[in-house]
Nanobody, 120 residues
Framework: QLVESGGGLVQAGGSLRLACAPS????????MGWFRQAPGKDRREGVS?????????WYADSVKGRFTISSDNAKNTMYLQMTSLKSDDTAVYYC??????????????WGQGTQVTVSS
């Protein structure tokens, strides 16, 4: 099970930090990532990924330089620090276990998601 939190309403240019807490496994066990589904879109797009085994990270071009993914083993939580938010970042954000950071495939099920709304 994956539980996302940290979403909310923020003005353009602002920041938010999302958190994802897995249960039944640790953030070190698998590559994990963030996806988002924007209003009116019928698919989720990959935003970022982290593989704690090799420290590798991946970011979508649209968020490079603005978002930072990290994980805290002690808290068993993955984070997405989002800065310089734009209205285009408005979406429901989901975390998921990924097959790898080079693959869009996920393992298991999605969390419930957390809404991020950026007002312009």
């Amino acid at each position: 099970q994956l539980v996302e939190s940290g979403g909310g309403l923020v003005q353009a240019g602002g920041s938010l930090r999302l958190a994802c807490a897995p249960s039944g496994f640790t953030v070190d066990d698998y590559p994990m990532g963030w996806f988002r589904q924007a209003p009116g879109k019928d698919r989720r797009e990959g935003v970022s990924c982290i593989d704690s085994k090799d420290g590798g990270t991946w970011y979508a071009d649209s968020v490079k330089g603005r978002f930072t993914i990290s994980s805290d083993n002690a808290k068993n939580t993955m984070y997405l620090q989002m800065t310089s938010l734009k209205s285009d970042d408005t979406a429901v954000y989901y975390c998921a276990v990924r097959e790898s950071c080079s693959s869009p495939l996920i393992r298991g099920s999605w969390g419930q998601g957390t809404q991020v709304t950026v007002s312009s």
